[in-house]
């Protein structure tokens, strides 16, 4: 057999790992005895024993790649997430009361207790007030005008609505960041420092987080990338807060408020949220000013 | 916390019964199959976009998807392998909206993401290595792993991962990529080829420093 080439070494490798033939061979079938042929060529060439030794180890390394470990109840941590986003099934809902005898009283009384939160029911709560506000603006404006300049008008509501919505957002975030680099540690400041609570933060910074997600993706879906992209990065500050202990170390703290300052998240969320307020104060700015502002804003 | 992980414990249900029962309309069974592959969802991820942040987006994703589909997925079928398919598309979706949002932020903006990036591979190093030096060639290891992989395009990555970590065939993979299998398989051996460019020098010196004596 001539020297087999790097791809298909590359497919014995993996057929090694699968421990028979594999779906990278010759597709009539040919994939064991073309693996056959290689084995037996391997034995006697030395090079090509030695080319597929670098495949493996270049491979066996990957493996060890670290991959941070989400925690124990990271699973729990997923379903608390989800569960208030995911629809009844099949259910109607005279027929909730009756449903429990399909599930444990003990999930359903904790999925329950869960979506019931106070900070959720406030985060979902903001929300449902936000769309509730865009429906009915939609249908006052609608009673007025020609079909054209209706759908405009509703949009431009809407969007003035998300404008206010994300910019009193914007507003709350800045306030715990700004509490955060201003948060003392225990025990005095530097190495003699002990430890920072900032529980109080974290809570808020947990709420923050899931309105966070859905204006996100609001923005995204409204083409505002610029929005979108500011949210996005406080999204990974908040996330980072909401995942530290209650109670950090000074040094753990410290590297909190160094991610915050790095970034210049604040100064962004600042500047976006002035921005947000002046268009919020302009209600029907001209053509010529929304492309001043959003010019200002990529800028950032 | 420790009630609910309890209830999944008793509840015991296999995939199968905690999809019927889903689809029956007893949503909290759906948790049973959450609680179970969250996490293996989740290293998928991680290796597929490379940060936790969107990882931990890709898995609720996936799993809010996986339920809205659930009518759809085939009793035969395993809920794992399924599941890992969803987050693959997904994950190659988050990676092409990256990818444009990036290009539309200032190369500063950039360059501190990425210095944060690498960052976060130093700190994933396990405590407890024997040596300082031990400790800074694990973390060179790692940062050339990292950038390796991010420099795969987001379908050579998606390709690589679901072969290589998720074990998915090449129909499979061929089917989350929207390509033939002949174009999936050339993915698979190209990440691989580029893997081997990027790593192989690296891993020539560790070769020649353990072969002198000289590995710290």
Same mark, same amino acid.
């Given at each position: ?117 106070? /900070?959720?029911? =406030? ?5 449902? +007030?936000?769309?509730? *506000?865009?429906?009915?603006?939609? @249908? !006052? ?74 204006? /996100?993706?609001? =923005? ?5 990338? +610029?929005?979108?992209? *500011?949210?996005?990065?406080?999204? @990974? !500050? ?63 | ?216």
């Amino acid at each position: 057999m001539k020297h087999p080439n790097e791809e298909e070494l590359i497919a014995y490798h993996d057929s090694k790992l699968a421990g028979g033939p594999t779906d990278f061979g010759t597709e009539d079938g040919g994939d064991a005895a073309q693996r056959e042929a290689i084995s037996t060529h391997l034995k006697e060439c030395p090079e090509c024993k030695t080319e597929l030794d670098r495949i493996d180890a270049v491979l066996a390394v990957l493996d060890s790649m670290p991959v941070p470990d989400p925690g124990e109840d990271y699973g729990q941590r997923v379903w608390k997430q989800i569960a208030p986003r995911l629809p009844e099934k099949r259910r109607r809902w005279w027929e909730f009361g009756l449903s429990k005898q399909s599930s444990s009283p003990v999930q359903s009384g904790s999925v329950w207790a869960a979506s019931l939160h106070p /900070r959720r029911l =406030a985060a979902f709560g903001a929300v449902a +007030a936000l769309m509730i *506000v865009a429906f009915i603006a939609g @249908r !006052v404006t609608t009673k007025h005008g020609t079909p054209d300049a209706t759908i405009a008008d509703s949009s431009k509501v809407r969007e003035r609505i998300l404008v206010m919505a994300v910019g009193e957002h914007l507003g709350r975030s800045e306030m715990v960041l700004v509490e955060l680099s201003n948060a003392m540690p225990v025990g005095g400041t530097g190495t003699n420092a002990k430890q920072v609570n900032i529980a109080a933060e974290q809570r808020r910074a947990e709420t923050l987080l899931d309105e966070n997600r859905l204006y /996100r993706q609001t =923005a995204l879906e409204q083409g505002d990338t +610029a929005i979108a992209g *500011v949210l996005d990065e406080l999204e @990974r !500050v908040l996330l980072d807060v909401a995942h530290s202990p209650q109670e950090v170390s000074a040094a753990q703290f410290e590297t909190i408020r160094e991610r915050i300052e790095s970034k210049g998240i604040l100064f962004k969320v600042r500047v976006v949220g002035q921005e947000l307020h002046q268009r919020e104060l302009s209600a029907q700015p001209s053509p010529g000013e929304g492309r001043a502002t959003q010019n200002e804003r990529k800028k950032i | 916390m420790n009630r609910m992980r309890q209830s999944v414990e008793v509840t015991g249900d296999t995939d199968a019964v905690a999809i019927e029962r889903t689809l029956a309309g007893d949503r909290d069974a759906f948790r049973v199959l959450v609680e179970r592959h969250s996490q293996s969802v989740f290293r998928l991820a991680y290796r597929m976009v490379g940060n936790q942040h969107d990882a931990e987006e890709v898995v609720q994703e996936a799993f809010l998807r996986a339920y809205q589909k659930l009518d759809q997925f085939a009793e035969r079928a395993n809920f794992g392998t399924w599941v890992y398919r969803i987050a693959s598309n997904y994950a190659i979706d988050r990676m092409r909206q990256r990818k444009s949002e990036d290009s539309q932020r200032a190369p500063a903006v950039r360059a501190t993401e990425e210095g944060a990036a690498e960052m976060d591979v130093m700190s994933m190093v396990p405590d407890g290595a024997p040596s300082p030096e031990r400790l800074a060639q694990s973390n060179q290891l790692a940062a050339h792993m990292r950038r390796a992989l991010i420099e795969l395009s987001p379908a050579e990555r998606t390709a690589f991962v679901m072969r290589h970590w998720g074990g998915s065939g090449i129909e499979e993979i061929a089917a989350a990529l929207e390509s033939s299998s002949s174009a999936a398989k050339n993915t698979v051996f190209r990440a691989v080829q580029k893997l081997r460019q990027a790593l192989g020098p690296f891993m020539e010196q560790r070769g020649q420093a353990r072969a002198m004596g000289t590995e710290l």
